[in-house]
């Protein structure tokens, strides 16, 4: 692989005397889909908002195209090409769909072009989720579970990102509805972003994925390409269930 755009070395994050995440290194490349899988508790969600600049880190490095980026505030590392769609949606109830999407592309500069590009980017996420584009007057906190999380992905798109983080985007979500959550994460694969993948279900991470790790109480368990942990009975018994390379 060249060099990636993501790279973590030895990363850790801690909260006071407990370490979530316990020296972890992963390679994103450009144009890859990689999965992060693991049960409840793993440190995912934790390692996610960390690259992101949520979390502090305890240790480790974390290099955006080689650069070591650990202590860019979390807005910066927006403006280097990160966005976060986080674990439980996270939008503003009380603001339209349309805010909410306009809160996606806070870091553009005022100005004509920025503006354009605004209108731009509104124009893609209602054509990628024309539901948003139904709904776009509409409070956030009264759309669906599903619209809320096309939302948060759409959100996380504005500031077109070079990296998309998503974190758990079927959490919670009925079974028809992830299908359509999992039917646009291909479609942004398919269109050349990069993403790193957290979910729970993970035959259908790893299905779509070009690479997974897998993460065991903060570590790196297991690594490899989406097909090859899909056929790993280790990884089968513990994440996918007895069907869980047919399902995919």
Known sequence: MTQPLLELQDLRIAYGAIEAVKGVSLRVGAGEVVALIGAN?????????????????????????????????????????????????????????????????????????????????????????????????QLAGTLSGGEQQMLAIARALMSEPRLLLLDEPSLGLAPLIIVDIFRSIRALRDAGLTILLVEQMANQALAVADRGYVLGTGRITAQGSGRELLADPQVRAAYLGQHGAGNA
């Open 41 to 137: 508790g793993a440190g995912k969600s934790s390692l996610l908002k960390g690259i992101a600049g949520l979390e502090p880190l305890a240790g480790g490095r974390l290099l955006i195209d080689g650069r070591d980026c650990g202590g860019v505030p979390a807005h910066r590392r927006v403006g280097l090409g990160l966005a976060l769609s986080p674990e439980g949606r996270g939008v503003f109830p009380d603001q339209t769909v349309r805010d909410n999407l306009l809160l996606g592309a806070y870091t553009r500069r005022s100005g004509a072009e920025a503006r354009e590009r605004i209108e731009a980017a509104l124009a893609r996420e209602f054509q990628r989720f024309p539901r948003l584009h139904e709904r776009q007057h």
